[in-house]
Structures are given as structure tokens and as C-alpha cells.
């Protein structure tokens, strides 16, 4: 969840999102108890078998590693027992660190991202396990003003409703980024993190388990956020998001509550945009009222009156062609969880179909392609050489970017959309 490598599919346009990377796992039905402190000390890292003298230095400077930050983390108030729990068996996980480097190059369609994320099975069985999971849903909603059907989506996004947590030991993963070095510092924050929850005993080593990238439970909380946000809601003396549905649920409605969710308030709607309307107005930048954006032609698909958001922009995340939203504050406090418009998009639409909604009626434009990251580094450095400035070209997309191209587009009588195609690098090259 939130500001994380972890992982959904990709889709990029116009924000990258996570990557979903996790095995298949069963919640455990009953709350773990706590590792007991072993019996003697052994060193921080297992002896290597014999192998060359390249993976032994690994090993050795890996090592060193954990002896550095465990004075670190003593200085930080963490005990010896806690340090001889989580560091007695670590090792280094060099997949984790491959993950971690790893740059796809190509990205998902918003449209194919979607067709996977708020697929047909995906919502019978949200609507099934929703029914199960009725009173721990309902009391979360009731208590911090989060529809359940909104839990229920992030449920199913981050884990499929519960079956596919991770199976990579937590404390392994974030020593392995930490040691890696490319974001040591966060890493170095996260594992401190997880050392906390394991000293205060909310989850055995053994069963703190996630992501490659340290998110944890059946809603993917990175330790940091676990220890902002996760809550005792079974009343048992531990904050469980692994195993306890209650305390799933109300963690996960109490880090939406606590970013700004607004109870009452829907995410958004679905629109039309009139004919000539102005699609540089479509920018994360430009918020109005509902009633402005009436008073300028647009409207409900379902012809009611768009819904109440007195802080609300338009959304094009497909470009001009594509279908068009009006999103408001809750969509962006699912922008605060994930950071991708195609997460919280998701997010909103599964939501939404939970409760029997509609999907979505506007036509997605399956025949454009998108840019790879090649492509898009391309277009950023011909944007760049014509004046129109997107920053250092890194073939990624985002607001300078999306700026760039709107300015080209409107030098050239183009739709402003923002939206970058294969017609308009060609244009450009």
C-alpha cells in the first residue's frame, strides 16, 4: 500500500503503478503467538556453504551490514532479544534486490490493467467473500466512515481477498534492499519499523511475511504504516493483519480516514465532457466545484446530477478518447494509499461494481498502444529540443511531462489532453 514497490499489474498512463509480486498464501485463521527468544545466541547470518570467494564476500560484507545496523537500531531503543529474533537466520534474498532494480520496459494499457483488476471473477468473488466478511466490513465502515464496499475493493486489489499475502519474510527483504544500497535509507526506516512490530509482539518473525518489497498483511502495509495505522480491533492485545479480519479492516479504514477520507462523499462519477470542451482543464492542478463543471456542459453518463464534490477535477486516463470521471477528494486519498491513477481508478470501479453499480459506458481506445519506456524517453528529449519543457528525460510519465506535451499539443492545434501516443512521437520525430 501507499508509496510503495509492490504491486498490482502496471498500467502508466498516466501514473505508473505498483507491481503485484507475491505467492500464494493462506491468512491463518487464528492470531500467532510470538517467536520465543532462541536459547543461545548464533551468528547474524547463517555459515555459507562452500562456494566461491565472490558469494562469501557477499556474504561477510552482508554481515557487517547487520552488525551496523543493529547498533543503529540498539541506539534507536530496540533490545538484543528483539535484534538475536529478527537476525539469527537472515539471509540475503538476491532476487529482492533484482526486483527492486528492475525497469520494465514496456508499460500496461490503463485499459488492460483494468480488465484484470475489475474482472468478472474478481468481483463475484469479492461479492462473496464481502458477504462473509460482513460484521468485521461493516464495523470498520460504521467506525471510521469508509464504505465497505471501498475496503472490500482494497482487500481484493492488494491480496484477492485475503489468499495472496506474500511469502517473503519481511525482515529478509528489507536487510536485502538495505544492504543492496540503491534506497538504503528507506530501507533502513522500513526494517527499523518491522523490528518495533516485533518487539511489541503483534506478529511472530516466522509469520511476518509480504511482498519483495515489505508490504505486509492481507491489505499490504509497509512496516512504517503498520505502526501509524494498524489496530487491535479484535481486542487481543495485538494489531494482526494477517490473520484477523477485524483488525484488517479497521486498519486499513483508519489509514484512509486518517489521509482524508470524507464519510459520505463518493469517489467520483463517471461523465460526458461537451463538444469543444478544453482538455488542458482535464490536469490534477485544475479543482472546482461540481456546479462549475456543470455550468460548463459536463455531465452524469447516467443522466443524474453530477454528485456533490465541491473540490473536484476531470479525469482523462486514457486521453481525449477515452472515457472521462469527475473525481474528488476520496479519489485522491486512494491516490495517498497508492500512488497510481490506474490503482485508485481501480479501486473506485471495483467499489463501485461491489455495490451493483454500473462499469464503465464510454469505449476505452484498445487500438492505442502505449508508449514504452524507450519510446517515452524519446518523446520527453524531442519535447525538450523543441522548447517545451518536461524535465530530465527519464521515460516515465508524469506532471512535467503530461505539461510538455499539452504545450506541444496546443502549438499544433492538437486536443491538450496531455496524453502521449505513438502519432505523437512520430509527429515530433
Wanted: proline content about 8%; overall charge neutral.
Amino acid at each position: 500500500m501507499q508509496t510503495r514497490s509492490r504491486s498490482p499489474l502496471s498500467a502508466g498512463l498516466p501514473c505508473a503503478p505498483a507491481l503485484l509480486v507475491a505467492a500464494a498464501l493462506t491468512a491463518c485463521a487464528t492470531a500467532p503467538a510470538a517467536d520465543p527468544a532462541p536459547p543461545t545466541p548464533r551468528p547474524a547470518v547463517s555459515a555459507p556453504a562452500p562456494a566461491a570467494s565472490g558469494e562469501l564476500d557477499q556474504n561477510q560484507r552482508f554481515a557487517r551490514w547487520i552488525a551496523d545496523f543493529s547498533a543503529s537500531a540498539r541506539t534507536a531503543g530496540i533490545s538484543d532479544e528483539t535484534l538475536q529474533l529478527a537476525f539469527n537466520d537472515i539471509r540475503f534474498i538476491p532476487r529482492v534486490t533484482e526486483l527492486d532494480g528492475a525497469q520494465p520496459e514496456f508499460t500496461r494499457a490503463v485499459w488492460d490493467y483494468l480488465d484484470s483488476a475489475v474482472s468478472a471473477q474478481r468481483i463475484v468473488r469479492g461479492q462473496d467473500r464481502l458477504l462473509q466478511a460482513r460484521p468485521a466490513v461493516d464495523a470498520a465502515a460504521a467506525r471510521y466512515g469508509v464504505p465497505a464496499e471501498i475496503l472490500a475493493a482494497i482487500w481484493g486489489m492488494e491480496s484477492n481477498y485475503g489468499s495472496n499475502t506474500g511469502d517473503i519474510p519481511t525482515i529478509d527483504a528489507l536487510a536485502s534492499l538495505g544492504f543492496e544500497g540503491r534506497r538504503e535509507a528507506w530501507a533502513r526506516s522500513q526494517l527499523l519499523a518491522a523490528l518495533k512490530i516485533l518487539q511489541n509482539r503483534d506478529i511472530s518473525r516466522a509469520q511476518m511475511i509480504g511482498s519483495w518489497a515489505g508490504a505486509m498483511g492481507q491489505t499490504q502495509f509497509l512496516p512504517s504504516n503498520f505502526l501509524a495505522y494498524a489496530v487491535d480491533a479484535d481486542g487481543d492485545g495485538r494489531r494482526d493483519i494477517w490473520g484477523s479480519l477485524p483488525d484488517v479492516m479497521a486498519s486499513t479504514a483508519n489509514f484512509l480516514a486518517r489521509s482524508g477520507w470524507q464519510a459520505g462523499q463518493p469517489w467520483g462519477a463517471e461523465v460526458y465532457l461537451p463538444q469543444g470542451f478544453d482538455y488542458a482543464l482535464a490536469d490534477t492542478a485544475t479543482r472546482q466545484p461540481a456546479s462549475a463543471w456543470a455550468a460548463l456542459g459536463v455531465r452524469s453518463v447516467n443522466g443524474a446530477p453530477l454528485p456533490d464534490l465541491p473540490d473536484s477535477g476531470i479525469l482523462l486516463p486514457a486521453g481525449a478518447r477515452g472515457p472521462a470521471f469527475i473525481v474528488g477528494p476520496n479519489f485522491r486519498t486512494l491516490l495517498r494509499y497508492n500512488n497510481s491513477t490506474s490503482y485508485a481508478l481501480a479501486v473506485s470501479l471495483l467499489s463501485q461494481a461491489l455495490a451493483d453499480g454500473p462499469p464503465v459506458q464510454a469505449a476505452w481506445p484498445r487500438d492505442l498502444q502505449p508508449l514504452s519506456r524507450s519510446q517515452l524517453l524519446a518523446l520527453q528529449t524531442a519535447l525538450n529540443a523543441r522548447g517545451f519543457d518536461t524535465g530530465t528525460p527519464d521515460g516515465m510519465m508524469g506532471p512535467a511531462t503530461q505539461s510538455g506535451i499539452r504545450g506541444y499539443q496546443r502549438s499544433v492545434g492538437m486536443a491538450a489532453d496531455g496524453y502521449p501516443t505513438l502519432e505523437l512521437l512520430q509527429r515530433l520525430q
